[in-house]
């Protein structure tokens, strides 16, 4: 069965300040990897995505994220976070469906 | 324009009523979706659908019953409601079944059973 794991449930930053978000999931087989985020009001949209190749993959905004295979991590990352970064981050895993995880709320202070 | 719609954004009603959410994409997708975030936020896929075909039924109630007139709409039924039932319904949409698609969300409906 597959499952996801965010690390962290609420982030507080300061704006420049730099991101990283944790991610694991467990499965058996071939995994397609996501980063989605819901700003506030707004519906949830795809932030990156991961299928294959380049294991270091750049989403819109200047988000990042990097699969590490060995470690079934998928974690996101962004060297200088703006206020308008303020949104829940959720990481997702498409084995046979899509499993989220539990989200990680980030506030950036400003 | 709205690739994933769903009416209402809003809904409160009380146990034992009869309810339904509506679910529209415009994207040309063949595949659609319903998730479940609960209070804690966790998103769970329900159902999906494949060409007006059920593929995906994620052990849920059988008081919930989706049903797709055409590939473009997937809209959820829920009967007898219950207090568990309160949460945040999604519809998704995709090109298709394949996990590299990307699923594309609606705004969600906020659902309060009381």
């Known amino acids: 069965a597959q499952s996801v794991s965010q690390h962290n449930h609420h982030v507080i930053l300061s704006e420049a300040a730099s991101l990283e978000l944790g991610c694991n999931y467990s499965y058996g087989g071939t995994v397609n990897l996501f980063w989605y985020v819901q700003y506030p009001g707004q519906h949830l949209q795809l932030l990156l995505k991961?299928?294959?190749?380049?294991?270091l993959v750049k989403g819109i905004k200047g988000f990042e994220a990097e699969f590490i295979k060995s470690k079934f991590s998928f974690n996101l990352r962004k060297p200088s976070v703006q206020w308008s970064d303020t949104a829940e981050y959720f990481c997702a895993v498409n084995g046979d469906k899509l499993v989220f995880g539990a989200g990680t709320i980030l506030r950036v202070k400003s | 324009d709205t690739a994933v719609s769903q009416t209402p954004k809003y809904l409160v009603t009380q146990m034992g009523n009869d309810k339904s959410i509506k679910c529209e994409q415009n994207l040309g997708h063949d595949t659609m979706y319903w998730y479940k975030q609960d209070s804690k936020k966790f998103l769970k896929i329900m159902f999906s659908y494949n060409n007006k075909e059920l593929i995906i039924n994620e052990t849920v109630p059988n008081r919930f019953s989706p049903k797709s007139p055409d590939k473009a709409h997937l809209n959820l039924h829920i009967n007898s409601l219950e207090l568990g039932d309160s949460a945040v319904y999604f519809c998704?949409?995709?090109?298709?079944?394949?996990?590299?698609?990307?699923?594309?969300f609606g705004p969600g409906t906020r659902l309060t059973v009381t």
């Open positions: 998704a949409s995709s090109q298709g079944t394949s996990a590299f698609y990307e699923q594309y």
């Open positions: 991961y299928f294959s190749g380049d294991p």
